[in-house]
């Protein structure tokens, strides 16, 4: 069974500053992993996604990710964020001969001008 | 295209009633699902269908039904709500086989079950 950790339940952090929001997750099968957004009230949308490839992925609104295997991370980076980006993030992983997309407990991002 | 729709946007039961949530799509998406969203829980799935006429059950499909008669409509239905029902309900939709595609959220249905 797959799983994803999102250990920082908040994270906040100052305009312009970087951050970056932690997701592990737990596969026995090889993964595609996304990271999503909801903004208040709203549903969620995506921000990117790593389904082969470079380790790399760079997704909208500046968001970039990294996909390391052997550490089972996958770790959502912005080097200088903006109040716009308060919202809750979600880690994802799906996989294998399922199509079940698991998601984590989510990370508050909370800006702070 | 309108996307994911969700109806209604608000609904109060009290124990022991039934109702369904609505969910549509003009996509043309083959994967569908719906999700609940509770506090410090993140979304869970409940259940999910590949196609018209095939379902399968997520992580918390205790309590819920559905069914996939159409490519748009993935109704979800609550037989007997109870309280611990209460909570903002998500149907999506995706491109591919859903492992690999990104999904399109609805805006939610937040249901209060008293």
């Known amino acids: 069974a797959q799983s994803v950790t999102q250990l920082d339940s908040q994270v906040p952090v100052f305009e312009e500053a970087p951050v970056e929001l932690r997701c592990n997750y737990s596969?026995?099968?090889?993964?595609?992993l996304f990271w999503y957004v909801q903004y208040p009230n709203q549903g969620l949308q995506l921000l990117l996604k790593?389904?082969?490839?470079?380790?790399l992925v760079k997704g909208i609104n500046g968001f970039e990710a990294e996909f390391n295997k052997s550490q089972t991370s996958f770790h959502l980076r912005k080097p200088s964020v903006h109040i716009s980006d308060t919202a809750e993030y979600f880690c994802?992983?799906?996989?294998?001969?399922?199509?079940?997309?698991?998601f984590g407990t989510g990370t508050l991002l909370a800006v702070q001008p | 295209n309108a996307g994911v729709t969700q109806t209604p946007k608000f609904q109060v039961l009290k124990t022991g009633q039934s109702m369904t949530l609505q969910c549509a799509q003009d996509?043309?998406?083959?994967?569908m699902s719906w999700y609940r969203q509770d506090p410090g829980m993140g979304l869970r799935l409940i259940h999910y269908s590949v196609g018209a006429g095939i379902t399968d059950q997520g992580e918390v499909p205790n309590g819920y039904n559905v069914s996939r008669s159409t490519t748009e409509d993935f109704p979800l239905r609550l037989l007997s709500a109870a309280p611990s029902q209460t909570s903002v309900y998500f149907c999506a939709s995706s491109t591919g086989t859903g492992s690999s595609g990104t999904q399109y959220f609805g805006p939610g249905t937040r249901l209060l079950v008293l």
């Open positions: 790593y389904l082969s490839g470079s380790t």
């Open positions: 994802a992983v799906s996989g294998g001969a399922t199509n079940k997309l698991i």
């Open positions: 596969s026995s099968v090889s993964v595609y």
């Open positions: 996509m043309n998406h083959e994967y």
